[in-house]
């Protein structure tokens, strides 16, 4: 057995070992174009089908700088707290790849457009030292605030996509042949990269993954991206290194690619930890290299030994001019930002009354938005946290998708918390009325009618439900009249059987009471 065969428990491994992380963060930007030509970027066309003698590198052809993707790198950058260059360039980054048709990609390096910002990010309570990590983070119930320093946000160009056919992997080792789509070479990328993150010990997994879920969200808000991990619009290179408590020193870091989920990029970081820790324990040294993540064992195996940038033997890209925004410009843009998510969050948590929890389980759930929008028809903040927290998020669960692709829109579920306030509906009838628009039957409305959901509210019809369930059970009005009206749970479930759960539970009861306290 090798010293890599075995792990070190998470626990035990931040104990003796003091971790540091760093994070770059790939985000296509939402352009129209690529990045230096005029072809389209839409996902998931034909392959090979959105190309031009620019994006795939032919001789003669010359490329154009995008204005927009400049001006969303600025956006980015500003809503980052970054200082914005007032004069930069392209560099040509030097490699060879099969999915890079010019074997150089255009690039910034020593001149980047961002430089020198941070983002705040909060470990909350919930998740906070969660599963992932065993606990051993701060104390459950507690919320704690990192700065993450921004390093630099630098403009460059996508590389297209490798398929390899064949093999159990999907990886080049072990396929019979491999097939290249250059459809996404040439979309604008943004790179946006961390300083070293110290000083969050166990909690460096989950540090990892609140920060890339803030950057998300933040990305989303200024509308530059579509930051769908699924489809590689945000793609994350995750690096990790361990050092003997101590020590005063940095450890060798390696580079995880291509994270592409949140829970996995936590999950990596936990898994190097794990390992660096043993290979640091029998005496070996960790070799810095970029390694490769795997979904289903939540492990991680080596790549290839990591570069350094004299590898890449970076020099100015000729055939574009350095770009110098104007400061009016970027004074434009910046008063043109958004209210960025901790800020709403902030607003949103007081308006609405939330305790810390409250509000982090609302994020946890990725319903935020979703109580936002419910709350902006009408609905209370209380009706709508209920149903999204409650029944939809329920209803997700079991399809295994997320609350934002249910078959129900803000609106609906605002109607329906209306129907339950104005008596229309009671809270079993309303889940039947979910149950209708999720499947397509229309409206809430139109499926209360279509179903015959309205709550019985003839006086007469429930008087007589609750006669017939006193007379078929003695033994209980006896207890009632006893003083023991707890019991009187009993009678009202029969009667909302007798009614098919179309009668008010609250009313049943007071009529009960009445009834039998004469």
């Known amino acids: 057995m090798t010293m890599t065969d075995t792990l070190v428990p998470f626990a035990e491994a931040v104990r003796r070992y003091e971790p540091l992380i760093g994070l770059e963060t790939h985000v296509e930007l939402g352009t129209r174009t690529k990045m230096f030509c005029g072809c389209t970027t839409t996902f998931g066309a ?28 600025i956006r980015i950058g500003l809503a980052l707290n970054c200082s914005i260059a007032t004069w930069c360039r392209f560099a040509r980054k030097n490699y060879f790849y099969p999915d890079m048709p010019k074997n150089f990609q255009i690039s910034q390096y020593d001149e980047p457009l961002c430089t020198d910002g941070y983002l705040d990010v909060r470990l909350d309570a919930i998740g906070h030292g969660g599963s992932e990590s065993g606990g051993t983070g701060a104390e459950r119930g507690s919320t704690r605030t990192v700065r993450v320093g921004i390093e630099r946000v630098h403009l460059e160009e996508d590389t297209g996509k490798s398929l390899h056919v064949g093999g159990a992997t999907g990886r080049i080792h072990g396929a019979e042949y491999s097939l290249v789509d250059y459809n996404r070479a040439g979309i604008p990328l943004v790179e946006i990269v961390t300083k070293p993150i110290e000083g969050t010990d166990a909690d460096a997994p989950v540090a990892a993954r609140v920060y890339v879920t803030e950057l998300r969200d933040l990305l989303r808000s200024l509308a530059v991206s579509d930051v769908r991990m699924e489809e590689g619009s945000l793609r994350c290179d995750v690096n990790t290194s361990l050092a003997p408590r101590g020590s005063g020193r940095w450890g060798t870091r390696t580079e995880t690619k291509n994270v592409n989920s949140l829970r996995s990029v936590e999950r990596a970081v936990r898994f190097e930890i794990e390992r660096q820790a043993a290979v640091l324990d029998a005496g070996g040294r960790v070799i810095q290299e970029t390694r490769h ?3 289903d064992t939540g492990t991680t195996t080596p790549g290839r030994s990591k570069e350094e940038a004299q590898d890449y033997r970076y020099f100015p890209e000729p055939d574009l001019v350095p770009v110098a925004p104007p400061l009016e410009w970027v004074e434009q843009i910046r008063a043109a930002l958004p209210e960025v998510p901790s800020a709403r969050r902030a607003r949103l948590q007081k308006e609405w009354g939330l305790s810390d929890l409250d509000m982090a389980a609302l994020s946890n759930a990725g319903a935020l938005d979703l109580v936002a929008q419910t709350v902006a028809v009408g609905a209370s903040a209380a009706d709508a946290r209920k149903w999204w927290l409650g029944e939809l998020a329920r209803r997700a669960n079991e399809a295994d998708i997320e609350l934002t692709n249910l078959a129900i829109t803000p609106a609906q579920v605002a109607r329906i918390a209306e ?3 104005a008596g229309t509906l009671n809270d079993g009838l309303a889940r039947q009325a979910i149950d209708g628009v999720l499947v397509g039957e229309g409206s809430p409305d139109e499926v209360v009618a279509a179903r015959g959901l309205a709550v019985v509210s003839d006086e007469g ?32 479930g029969a009667v909302m059987k007798a009614t098919s759960g179309k009668a008010d539970a609250a009313r049943v009861l007071e009529l009960i009471l009445e009834r039998l306290s004469s």
């Open 46 to 73: 034909e392959p090979n089908s959105q190309v031009c003698p620019v994006c795939l590198g032919l001789p003669g052809s010359l490329p154009v700088v995008n204005r927009i993707a400049i001006e969303y790198t």
């Open 461 to 492: 019809a429930l008087t007589a439900a609750i006669d017939e369930a006193i007379a078929a059970n003695p033994d209980v009005v006896a207890k009632i009249r006893d003083g023991k009206t707890k019991a009187a749970g009993f009678l009202v």
């Open 419 to 421: 129907l339950v306030a």
């Open 293 to 295: 993540f795997h979904e």
